[in-house]
């Protein structure tokens, strides 16, 4: 579970080995430089010398040890585990020198500094002596010190003065909490915050229209995976899952559900956005004859009954309307169950979450600048978010080529047989891509476009 709200803090007061930049390219920052051994199976980091934490301790390689030994501890609570299981097992984050690590991989991974960047939000480095009281103190390297934290209600952030870079612009930072996005909006209209955290896109046409306030918009790989379970129901048979994704109008769902603020998506987790994308696997697009032609191949003219399952979010209602519509038109009568998001998700596990445990479902997706993630875990035959429980061996020989691949030129040629498997297969509709969409001040400038967060650092007010 992503908790913007409080990672916004995190993002102020300690820092990533490397950030990800507008182009999903990494930029160095606790660390000056990384390179793999000839197979991707060992990556070593060189790390910025003369910096240190608030508390005036001096940033090491032991704290960068600690901090991936805590996060990849299989008896930890940390979500990052989601990340490093079967990449990086504790213990294999070695110390070479008090300024240089080396990374002991599970397994060879040709983007792995991704993997300890901002994209995996919880690889804050942390210093060693860290016992798990981080809101106490927010203990980092970062451009902000902490001055006051209250949960729930705010935090204030003074510029940090012995920081190790360029110092921020802001003397101070005030950030205020909102239990829903409504009173967000209104605050940002009256002039009592400057800048908003990303806000869904069934509000933004609010904000887009006020004349005081500019929406940036990031592009983003956040997606909803509409998935159909493979191993009951009609959904056995890929025709069906093939006539489904083809009855849908996707310029509809990015012209009119997203207001133009989406890219199209060709039914795998490889975005427009990403550079390893092949853009010239052929674009599904709506076909009604040919996916009624399927459904009667299949043994079903008459159509079939279904329920679609997922969760009160941003688009996700509108986007399960629209797609009951399309549906209907080759006769699959689709009924929905709109939950709240602790209903939907449940405990997260097979046999305890309406998510991984319905026919067909709607789920949201956030952001990542490589589509390791979204590869694995809902794709892979054991993918603990498999929700389609899609078992395919070709696949997961596919991905292992994919995740060990060094270079783009690799990757995009593991990426277009993933692509079209997918798309033969169908086990996930991916219809669009949303943008991210932060509201700010027509006087604010500085925010750098990135989708992992806020870095407010060089953030001014004209």
């Excluded at 599904?284 to 008459?302: N, P, T, W």
Aim: with cysteine; charged share 20%.
């Amino acid at each position: 579970y992503y908790d913007s709200g409080s990672y916004q803090l995190v993002f102020q007061t300690a820092e990533f080995l490397c950030i990800t930049q507008p182009d999903l390219t990494l930029k160095p920052v606790l660390a000056e430089s990384w390179a793999p051994n000839e197979d991707g199976s060992v990556w070593t980091f060189k790390l910025r010398k003369g910096v240190k934490f608030h508390n005036g301790e001096d940033f090491k390689a032991d704290d960068v040890v600690a901090t991936f030994d805590r996060l990849a501890d299989p008896n930890g609570a940390s979500n990052a585990l989601s990340v490093f299981k079967g990449l990086l097992s504790k213990g294999g984050t070695r110390k070479v020198d008090d300024h240089t690590v080396a990374f002991h991989l599970d397994a060879p991974n040709g983007s792995f500094p991704y993997s300890v960047s901002i994209d995996n939000y919880n690889a804050v480095i942390l210093p060693a002596s860290y016992k798990g009281d981080y809101e106490k103190t927010f203990e980092g390297t970062g451009p902000f010190r902490l001055e006051t934290y209250t949960p729930k209600v705010g935090a204030t952030f003074i510029r940090n003065t012995d920081y190790w870079g360029e110092k921020a612009l802001p003397d101070r930072l005030e950030f205020k909490f909102y239990g829903d996005v409504q009173p967000r909006i209104l605050a940002l209209q009256a002039g009592e915050v400057d800048i908003l955290d990303a806000v869904p896109l069934d509000v933004s046409q609010v904000v887009l229209n006020s004349p005081d306030i500019t929406v940036l918009r990031v592009a983003s790989t956040a997606h909803r995976q509409l998935h159909m379970r493979c191993d009951t129901g009609p959904f056995t048979d890929k025709r069906v899952r093939q006539a489904l994704a083809l009855c849908i109008d996707r310029s509809k769902l990015v012209d009119g559900l997203c207001r133009g603020m989406a890219a199209t998506g060709n039914d795998s987790p490889f975005a427009p956005a990403f550079p390893a994308t092949d853009k010239t696997v052929p674009q599904r697009v709506q076909d009604i004859a040919k996916a009624k032609q399927l459904l009667e191949a299949a043994g079903l003219a008459s159509g079939f009954d279904i329920t679609l399952t997922t969760l009160r979010y941003s688009d996700i209602p509108g986007y399960a309307q629209l797609f009951q519509n399309f549906a209907k038109e080759i006769g699959a009568r689709i009924s929905l169950n709109i939950e709240d998001q602790d209903k939907y998700y449940g405990k997260a596990v097979f046999g305890q979450s309406d998510w991984l445990d319905s026919p067909l479902g709607i789920t949201d997706y956030a952001h990542r600048s490589v589509p390791n993630v979204f590869l694995k875990s809902p794709l892979v035959s054991d993918g603990p978010w498999n929700a389609a429980h899609f078992k395919s061996p070709a696949y997961d020989g596919m991905v292992t080529s994919y995740l060990k691949a060094l270079d783009v030129g690799a990757q995009r040629a593991a990426a277009s047989d993933i692509q079209k498997l997918l798309l033969d297969e169908t086990p996930v509709i991916f219809s669009y891509f949303p943008d991210l969409l932060v509201p700010v001040r027509k006087n604010v400038s500085g925010l750098p476009p990135i989708a992992a967060g806020l870095l407010l650092d060089r953030v001014s007010l004209s």
